[in-house]
Protein backbone atom coordinates (compact mmCIF):
# COMPACT_ATOMS: atom_id res chain seq x y z
CA UNK A 1 0.00 0.00 0.00
CA UNK A 2 1.42 3.40 -0.90
CA UNK A 3 0.45 6.77 -0.05
CA UNK A 4 1.23 10.17 -2.53
CA UNK A 5 1.73 13.97 -0.95
CA UNK A 6 1.11 17.17 -3.06
CA UNK A 7 2.20 19.93 -1.14
CA UNK A 8 2.09 23.35 -2.68
CA UNK A 9 2.89 22.37 -6.55
CA UNK A 10 3.50 25.09 -8.80
CA UNK A 11 4.44 23.61 -12.46
CA UNK A 12 4.84 25.54 -15.61
CA UNK A 13 5.40 25.35 -18.95
CA UNK A 14 7.89 27.36 -21.53
CA UNK A 15 5.51 29.07 -24.03
CA UNK A 16 6.34 31.24 -27.19
CA UNK A 17 5.20 34.25 -25.67
CA UNK A 18 7.05 33.03 -22.29
CA UNK A 19 6.87 30.85 -19.41
CA UNK A 20 3.19 30.35 -18.70
CA UNK A 21 2.84 28.92 -14.96
CA UNK A 22 -0.73 26.23 -14.73
CA UNK A 23 0.00 24.67 -11.49
CA UNK A 24 -0.82 27.13 -8.78
CA UNK A 25 -0.44 25.47 -5.47
CA UNK A 26 -1.77 22.28 -5.46
CA UNK A 27 -1.84 20.26 -2.27
CA UNK A 28 -3.59 16.55 -1.74
CA UNK A 29 -2.76 13.57 0.00
CA UNK A 30 -3.73 10.35 -1.00
CA UNK A 31 -3.72 8.03 1.56
CA UNK A 32 -2.46 4.14 1.63
CA UNK A 33 -3.88 2.16 -0.43
CA UNK A 34 -6.93 5.00 -1.44
CA UNK A 35 -8.72 6.09 -4.30
CA UNK A 36 -9.26 9.91 -5.15
CA UNK A 37 -11.06 11.63 -7.67
CA UNK A 38 -10.30 14.69 -9.36
CA UNK A 39 -12.97 16.33 -11.03
CA UNK A 40 -13.02 19.83 -13.13
CA UNK A 41 -13.47 21.61 -16.29
CA UNK A 42 -11.23 21.44 -19.33
CA UNK A 43 -8.07 23.55 -19.50
CA UNK A 44 -7.91 23.71 -15.46
CA UNK A 45 -4.41 22.02 -15.74
CA UNK A 46 -5.45 18.48 -14.69
CA UNK A 47 -3.39 16.98 -17.25
CA UNK A 48 -0.96 18.97 -16.12
CA UNK A 49 -1.06 17.96 -12.74
CA UNK A 50 -0.58 13.98 -14.45
CA UNK A 51 2.16 15.24 -16.30
CA UNK A 52 4.17 16.57 -13.37
CA UNK A 53 3.75 13.68 -11.09
CA UNK A 54 4.75 11.44 -13.88
CA UNK A 55 7.99 13.50 -14.58
CA UNK A 56 7.56 14.66 -17.87
CA UNK A 57 10.39 17.14 -18.71
CA UNK A 58 8.32 20.41 -20.37
CA UNK A 59 6.60 20.87 -17.47
CA UNK A 60 9.01 22.89 -14.74
CA UNK A 61 7.97 22.61 -11.08
CA UNK A 62 8.71 25.47 -9.63
CA UNK A 63 8.08 25.00 -6.11
CA UNK A 64 6.63 22.32 -3.69
CA UNK A 65 7.05 18.92 -3.95
CA UNK A 66 5.82 15.68 -4.40
CA UNK A 67 6.35 12.35 -2.20
CA UNK A 68 5.96 9.18 -3.33
CA UNK A 69 5.82 6.85 0.57
CA UNK A 70 7.40 9.95 1.95
CA UNK A 71 10.45 10.29 -0.73
CA UNK A 72 10.26 13.25 -2.73
CA UNK A 73 10.56 12.66 -6.49
CA UNK A 74 10.28 16.18 -8.25
CA UNK A 75 14.07 15.59 -9.28
CA UNK A 76 13.95 11.98 -10.85
CA UNK A 77 13.49 11.52 -14.10
CA UNK A 78 10.40 9.87 -15.32
CA UNK A 79 11.97 6.66 -15.75
CA UNK A 80 13.24 6.53 -12.37
CA UNK A 81 9.91 7.46 -11.32
CA UNK A 82 8.25 4.42 -12.92
CA UNK A 83 11.05 2.39 -11.43
CA UNK A 84 9.69 3.99 -7.81
CA UNK A 85 6.00 2.58 -9.20
CA UNK A 86 4.71 5.39 -10.60
CA UNK A 87 2.33 4.70 -13.34
CA UNK A 88 0.23 7.12 -15.98
CA UNK A 89 -2.31 6.19 -17.93
CA UNK A 90 -2.25 9.19 -20.23
CA UNK A 91 -5.17 10.92 -21.80
CA UNK A 92 -3.79 10.56 -25.36
CA UNK A 93 -2.13 7.42 -25.25
CA UNK A 94 1.08 7.80 -27.99
CA UNK A 95 1.68 5.74 -30.88
CA UNK A 96 4.80 3.77 -31.45
CA UNK A 97 5.68 2.84 -34.42
CA UNK A 98 7.30 -0.22 -34.70
CA UNK A 99 7.13 -1.25 -31.46
CA UNK A 100 4.71 -4.24 -30.78
CA UNK A 101 2.74 -4.21 -27.68
CA UNK A 102 4.22 -7.91 -26.54
CA UNK A 103 8.03 -6.17 -26.69
CA UNK A 104 6.63 -3.15 -25.26
CA UNK A 105 4.86 -4.45 -22.35
CA UNK A 106 7.65 -7.18 -21.67
CA UNK A 107 10.46 -3.99 -22.39
CA UNK A 108 8.52 -1.94 -19.86
CA UNK A 109 7.85 -4.82 -17.08
CA UNK A 110 11.32 -5.53 -16.92
CA UNK A 111 12.47 -1.95 -17.06
CA UNK A 112 10.53 -1.39 -13.65
CA UNK A 113 10.95 -4.31 -11.63
CA UNK A 114 14.86 -4.54 -12.91
CA UNK A 115 14.88 -8.56 -14.32
CA UNK A 116 13.31 -9.87 -17.44
CA UNK A 117 10.14 -11.57 -16.53
CA UNK A 118 9.96 -15.85 -16.99
CA UNK A 119 8.69 -16.38 -20.21
CA UNK A 120 6.23 -18.99 -20.09
CA UNK A 121 4.85 -16.84 -16.84
CA UNK A 122 5.13 -13.27 -18.81
CA UNK A 123 2.54 -14.95 -22.22
CA UNK A 124 0.47 -16.62 -19.66
CA UNK A 125 -0.15 -13.48 -17.28
CA UNK A 126 -0.37 -11.55 -20.86
CA UNK A 127 -3.17 -13.59 -22.25
CA UNK A 128 -5.27 -13.56 -19.57
CA UNK A 129 -4.69 -9.92 -18.43
CA UNK A 130 -5.54 -9.49 -22.09
CA UNK A 131 -8.75 -11.58 -22.31
CA UNK A 132 -10.01 -10.24 -18.98
CA UNK A 133 -10.11 -6.54 -21.06
CA UNK A 134 -11.35 -8.13 -24.35
CA UNK A 135 -8.14 -7.46 -26.11
CA UNK A 136 -8.19 -9.59 -29.25
CA UNK A 137 -5.06 -11.46 -29.20
CA UNK A 138 -4.16 -10.21 -32.56
CA UNK A 139 -3.08 -6.83 -30.63
CA UNK A 140 0.45 -8.42 -29.01
CA UNK A 141 1.72 -8.01 -32.97
CA UNK A 142 1.14 -4.58 -33.60
CA UNK A 143 2.51 -1.44 -32.71
CA UNK A 144 1.80 0.48 -30.15
CA UNK A 145 -1.28 2.54 -30.49
CA UNK A 146 -0.65 2.65 -34.10
CA UNK A 147 -4.33 2.36 -35.61
CA UNK A 148 -5.71 1.51 -32.09
CA UNK A 149 -9.60 3.34 -31.86
CA UNK A 150 -9.69 5.66 -28.84
CA UNK A 151 -11.15 3.02 -26.83
CA UNK A 152 -8.59 0.49 -27.64
CA UNK A 153 -5.52 2.94 -26.77
CA UNK A 154 -7.45 3.47 -23.37
CA UNK A 155 -7.73 -0.53 -22.54
CA UNK A 156 -4.35 -0.85 -23.72
CA UNK A 157 -3.60 1.80 -20.71
CA UNK A 158 -5.34 -0.16 -18.50
CA UNK A 159 -3.58 -3.50 -19.50
CA UNK A 160 -0.25 -1.92 -19.05
CA UNK A 161 -1.66 -0.58 -15.50
CA UNK A 162 -2.61 -4.49 -14.86
CA UNK A 163 0.48 -5.43 -15.96
CA UNK A 164 3.18 -3.44 -14.21
CA UNK A 165 1.51 -3.70 -10.95
CA UNK A 166 2.30 0.43 -10.13
CA UNK A 167 2.64 1.59 -6.81
CA UNK A 168 0.68 4.05 -7.48
CA UNK A 169 -1.19 5.18 -10.34
CA UNK A 170 -2.85 8.31 -12.11
CA UNK A 171 -5.30 7.84 -14.51
CA UNK A 172 -6.24 10.79 -16.59
CA UNK A 173 -9.18 10.33 -18.69
CA UNK A 174 -9.14 7.23 -18.95
CA UNK A 175 -12.78 7.26 -19.46
CA UNK A 176 -13.35 9.61 -22.24
CA UNK A 177 -14.13 8.45 -25.53
CA UNK A 178 -15.75 5.41 -24.33
CA UNK A 179 -18.83 3.89 -25.26
CA UNK A 180 -20.39 1.78 -22.13
CA UNK A 181 -19.70 -1.28 -22.93
CA UNK A 182 -15.87 -0.49 -22.76
CA UNK A 183 -16.11 1.95 -20.09
CA UNK A 184 -17.14 -1.07 -18.02
CA UNK A 185 -14.24 -3.04 -18.83
CA UNK A 186 -11.72 -0.16 -18.50
CA UNK A 187 -13.30 0.27 -15.16
CA UNK A 188 -13.65 -3.35 -14.10
CA UNK A 189 -9.80 -3.28 -15.12
CA UNK A 190 -8.61 -0.57 -12.84
CA UNK A 191 -10.83 -2.30 -9.63
CA UNK A 192 -9.28 -6.04 -10.38
CA UNK A 193 -5.85 -3.94 -11.37
CA UNK A 194 -6.54 -2.22 -7.04
CA UNK A 195 -7.92 -5.28 -5.30
CA UNK A 196 -4.99 -7.29 -6.56
CA UNK A 197 -2.21 -4.89 -5.45
CA UNK A 198 -3.83 -2.47 -3.30
CA UNK A 199 -1.92 0.82 -5.23
CA UNK A 200 -3.09 4.42 -4.67
CA UNK A 201 -4.96 5.55 -7.54
CA UNK A 202 -5.57 9.18 -8.55
CA UNK A 203 -8.52 9.14 -10.84
CA UNK A 204 -8.77 12.05 -13.06
CA UNK A 205 -12.18 12.78 -14.89
CA UNK A 206 -14.20 15.46 -16.14
CA UNK A 207 -17.93 13.27 -16.37
CA UNK A 208 -18.99 11.55 -13.27
CA UNK A 209 -20.17 8.17 -14.96
CA UNK A 210 -16.75 6.68 -14.18
CA UNK A 211 -17.53 7.09 -10.77
CA UNK A 212 -20.29 4.28 -11.05
CA UNK A 213 -18.00 1.65 -11.91
CA UNK A 214 -14.85 2.77 -9.78
CA UNK A 215 -15.72 3.95 -5.76
CA UNK A 216 -13.36 6.23 -4.95
CA UNK A 217 -13.09 7.80 -0.80
CA UNK A 218 -12.74 11.07 -1.88
CA UNK A 219 -13.43 13.61 -4.57
CA UNK A 220 -11.71 16.87 -5.58
CA UNK A 221 -12.87 19.92 -7.33
CA UNK A 222 -9.95 21.07 -9.70
CA UNK A 223 -9.99 24.68 -10.82
CA UNK A 224 -7.57 27.01 -12.06
CA UNK A 225 -4.48 25.20 -11.05
CA UNK A 226 -5.33 23.65 -7.81
CA UNK A 227 -7.69 22.00 -5.48
CA UNK A 228 -10.93 24.61 -5.03
CA UNK A 229 -12.97 22.21 -2.54
CA UNK A 230 -12.50 18.39 -1.45
CA UNK A 231 -15.14 16.05 -0.02
CA UNK A 232 -16.69 12.38 0.12
CA UNK A 233 -18.22 10.70 -2.98
CA UNK A 234 -21.61 12.83 -2.42
CA UNK A 235 -19.60 16.08 -4.10
CA UNK A 236 -19.69 13.92 -7.58
CA UNK A 237 -22.80 13.94 -7.22
CA UNK A 238 -23.61 17.40 -6.45
CA UNK A 239 -20.74 18.28 -9.87
CA UNK A 240 -23.50 16.27 -11.82
CA UNK A 241 -26.39 18.94 -10.99
CA UNK A 242 -24.67 21.89 -10.77
CA UNK A 243 -21.49 21.77 -12.87
CA UNK A 244 -18.28 23.55 -12.17
CA UNK A 245 -19.37 27.59 -13.23
CA UNK A 246 -19.85 27.92 -9.55
CA UNK A 247 -16.81 26.79 -8.59
CA UNK A 248 -14.89 28.66 -11.41
CA UNK A 249 -16.34 32.03 -10.39
CA UNK A 250 -15.72 31.83 -6.83
N1 LIG B 1 2.77 22.10 -23.10
C1 LIG B 1 1.97 23.16 -22.98
N2 LIG B 1 2.27 24.35 -23.57
C2 LIG B 1 1.46 25.41 -23.42
N3 LIG B 1 0.33 25.41 -22.70
C3 LIG B 1 -0.01 24.28 -22.08
C4 LIG B 1 0.79 23.09 -22.19
N4 LIG B 1 0.20 22.12 -21.48
C5 LIG B 1 -0.91 22.66 -20.97
N5 LIG B 1 -1.04 23.94 -21.33
C6 LIG B 1 -2.15 24.86 -20.97
O1 LIG B 1 -2.40 24.72 -19.58
C7 LIG B 1 -3.80 24.73 -19.32
C8 LIG B 1 -4.19 23.42 -18.62
O2 LIG B 1 -4.12 22.35 -19.56
P1 LIG B 1 -4.38 20.83 -19.12
O3 LIG B 1 -3.46 20.49 -18.01
O4 LIG B 1 -4.30 20.00 -20.34
O5 LIG B 1 -5.89 20.94 -18.59
P2 LIG B 1 -7.00 19.81 -18.41
O6 LIG B 1 -6.33 18.46 -18.48
O7 LIG B 1 -7.62 20.10 -17.08
O8 LIG B 1 -7.98 20.01 -19.52
C9 LIG B 1 -4.47 24.95 -20.65
O9 LIG B 1 -4.74 26.31 -20.79
C10 LIG B 1 -3.43 24.49 -21.65
O10 LIG B 1 -3.58 25.13 -22.89
MG1 LIG C 1 -6.61 16.79 -19.59
Redesign the pocket.
Known sequence: MSNLEIKNLHVS???PEGE?Q??KGVDLTVGDGEIHAIM????????????SIAGHP??KITEGEVLLDGENIVEMTADARARAGLFLAM?YPVEVAGVSVSNFLRAAKTAVSGETPKLREWVKEMKTAMENLKINADFANRDVNFGFSGGEKKRLEILQLELLKPKFAVL??TDSGLDVDALRLVSEGVNRAHRANGNGILL?T?YTRILRYIKPQFVHV?VD?KVALSGGPELADRLEEEGYAKYEAE
Open positions: VETKILGPNGSGKSTLAYKYQDEIHFG
